[in-house]
């Protein structure tokens, strides 16, 4: 039977049934789209489902409600190869889920996803080779169960019904509504309010100037500054790419590896030239600020330049809410709420009717699900990553982490084009399970944390590193963050190396 026809079975007849696919996709986000395209378009053969657990496609973009919410990459790079993107370079969540409902559309993988269907259990038989995977019906809280060959996991990195928020003394004293941007009240009146932002990332610097205009003011509190980016939310390239009249495809692959290679050349001046680096970044900060601004205090981080995410601000809009009066910066740290808003460690008051915690997320492994080998319990973080995508001893199953440095989506293509790569090569050997294991020259390197802190270190990684898996100091037994170095090596694994196991 194949996976379109199981599809076209109703709940009630496969109630109690276990339905067998060749592979499940866990998510369908943006990588969980783009992982069913690349089943579809590279392996017909294959049947395969997707399972989510929301109502719609969209992962970030359908959860995350909050105010101006829009891409910190431009989708160029965060659009998908196959798919051009012909709007401007930096979108809004609306924009982005009209972009993927088109792939679905246009590729016919609507037939191919099951929306609310959280998944709670996944267990590798090596008697069956096979993976059974239990999921919970939102709408009915009926459970149902799935087989499955092959595991691709493409849920994301981080908890959507929960955003991280610390425990700050004196919260419950506070009079006002607290509020983190992942659960956004929909009826959430800031209007002629004074409202504080905690936070200095991308999240609290999209807020600000969607609310700056109706709040009477809104502060962000930071307790150290982030590096940005701010730019015009257009890519001259493109326009006139257009105005020649070039096919959009061509535009797409262009201006992509135009903003490829202007973003290779930034990340190596941030490990190569971090303090030339640091002060272009701010130069370009202190012409959108008014004269005299301390751009010292409020803007220069303590880091070097990508050690944390640097946020792209499309036409500077932060800034002019700060240049109008409508927002400010304020760097210190809490040290208590109080009933009407934050005491600081300074001694100075912020008063507020709202406070917004902009203060990131919890990360989540593998998307939370009870996994299992044989019975036993697995825990990632007793294995070794291969790549930041297999891990030693896991079989048959494929985790797609993004880029922080470029687009997420970058790897999702990537890892695509492996996926399928691998499930033919496993065909031609008759291959039913694969998995990969630390060769003999591997069994004396020091296990590590998953990423290197002088690398990349943001708090919900930092809090969330015993959860992960181990990396080794060889290339194949790490997740290098550097794109512009695996879009070269994945496509040269050898399938048939000593560290990969077939049976």
């Known amino acids: 039977m194949t996976g379109t026809e199981t599809l076209e079975r109703t709940s009630d007849k496969t ?5 067998h696919f060749d592979v499940l996709i866990v998510g369908a986000g943006i990588s969980g789209v ?3 395209y690349h089943l579809q378009t590279q392996t017909p053969n294959k049947s395969f489902v997707v399972l989510d657990a929301f109502e719609t496609f969209g992962g970030t973009w359908h959860t995350h409600k909050y105010p101006g919410i829009r891409s910190d990459s431009d989708l160029y790079t965060f659009g998908y190869r196959f798919k051009p993107w012909t709007g401007a370079p930096i979108a809004t ?22 929306y609310k269907h959280k998944i709670v259990k996944a267990n590798w038989s090596n008697k069956d080779n096979v ?35 610390p425990e700050w003394k004196g919260m419950d004293k506070f009079k006002g509504q607290i509020v983190h941007p992942q659960t956004w009240p929909e009826d959430l009146d800031y209007k002629g309010k004074r409202v504080i932002v905690i ?15 109706d709040c009477e003011h809104v502060t962000m509190l930071q307790r150290s500054p982030t590096y940005f980016i701010p730019g015009l939310n257009q890519n001259e390239l493109a326009d006139t790419l257009r105005q020649l009249e070039v096919d959009e495809e061509w535009i797409h692959e262009i201006v992509r590896r135009k903003i490829l290679f202007d973003q290779a050349a930034i990340t190596r001046l941030s490990f190569e030239q971090p303090e030339f680096l640091k002060q272009e970044l701010l130069a370009g900060v202190s012409a959108l600020l008014p004269e005299g601004y301390d751009v010292k205090k409020h803007f220069t981080p303590s880091y070097r330049p990508w ?7 499309p036409n500077g809009d932060i800034f002019e809410g700060i240049k109008a009066g409508k927002a400010s910066v304020v760097t210190d740290e809490i040290d208590t709420f109080t009933e009407g808003g934050i005491k600081l460690k300074s001694g100075d008051e912020l008063k507020a009717d709202i406070i917004v915690t902009a203060t990131g997320f919890d990360l989540c492994v593998m998307g939370d699900i009870a996994f299992s080998i044989d019975g036993k319990p697995l825990d990632f973080a007793d294995t070794v990553t291969y790549r930041g995508m297999m891990f030693t001893g896991v079989p048959n199953l494929i985790w797609v982490f993004g880029y922080f440095r470029a687009s997420w989506t970058l790897r999702v293509d990537l890892l695509g084009d492996f996926v399928t790569r691998l499930l033919k090569h ?11 294991a630390l060769r003999p020259e591997d069994m004396d390197m020091p296990l590590l944390p998953w990423m290197d802190p002088e690398n990349f270190n943001p708090g919900y990684l930092m809090r969330s ?9 060889k290339p194949e037994w790490q997740h290098s963050q550097d794109y512009w170095a695996e879009r070269s090596d994945i496509p040269k694994i050898d399938l048939d190396g000593s560290e990969f196991k077939y049976e």
């Open 426 to 436: 496993m065909d031609k050997k008759h291959a039913k399970k694969v998995m990969v």
């Open 15 to 19: 109630k109690g049934k276990a339905e």
């Open 465 to 473: 590193m015993h959860l992960l898996p181990k990396r080794g100091d």
């Open 34 to 36: 783009g992982a069913a």
């Open 131 to 165: 993976w059974t995977v239990e999921a919970i019906r939102t709408d009915t809280n009926e459970t149902q169960h799935f087989t499955a060959n092959f595991l691709w996991m493409c849920q994301g990195y981080y908890r959507h019904d929960k955003g991280y928020t």
């Open 307 to 313: 050690r944390q995410r640097i946020a792209f601000v």
């Open 93 to 114: 969540a609306e924009e982005i889920k009209t972009y993927m409902n088109e792939v679905i559309e246009e590729n016919h993988l609507d037939k191919h996803i099951r």
């Open 199 to 213: 936070g200095s990332g991308a999240t609290a610097a999209t807020v600000i100037p969607a609310i700056a205009g």
